[in-house]
């Protein structure tokens, strides 16, 4: 499974963190919304300076799927968070 973590607040200018895992457990703990502790050195870092993070998308996949989803220029535009506060600020 590949996951989009939305950071709040963006730490060290990283808005998203784009992963994947294939372990079933925290691929569980994922899709209930879930933040599982994930042993990255962004993530760490970003948990011990009080960083909340988001499960705002997953999809069906492992490396290669989190590679193209990584390839295409900002996560911004996978975030359904980040477009919904997008879309409220075109209203104002
Ligand atoms: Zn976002």
């Known amino acids: 499974?590949?996951?989009l973590l939305h950071l709040e607040p963006a730490f060290k200018r990283a808005r998203h963190f784009v992963g994947a895992t294939s372990d079933p457990s925290t691929a569980?703990?994922?899709?209930r919304g879930d933040v599982p502790i994930i042993d990255a050195p962004l993530l760490?870092?970003?948990r011990?300076?009080?960083?909340?993070?988001t499960?705002?998308?997953?999809?069906?996949g492992g490396e290669r799927e989190r590679a193209r989803i990584r390839s295409?220029?900002?996560a911004a535009t996978f975030?359904?968070?980040?477009?919904?506060?997008?879309q409220a600020r075109r209203r104002k």
């Open 48 to 53: 011990d300076a009080g960083v909340q993070f």
């Open 1 to 3: 499974m590949v996951y």
């Open 72 to 74: 295409q220029k900002g």
């Open 79 to 86: 975030c359904p968070l980040c477009q919904r506060l997008n």
């Open 28 to 31: 569980l703990a994922l899709a």
């Open 55 to 60: 499960v705002e998308r997953t999809w069906v």
């Open 44 to 46: 760490v870092a970003a």
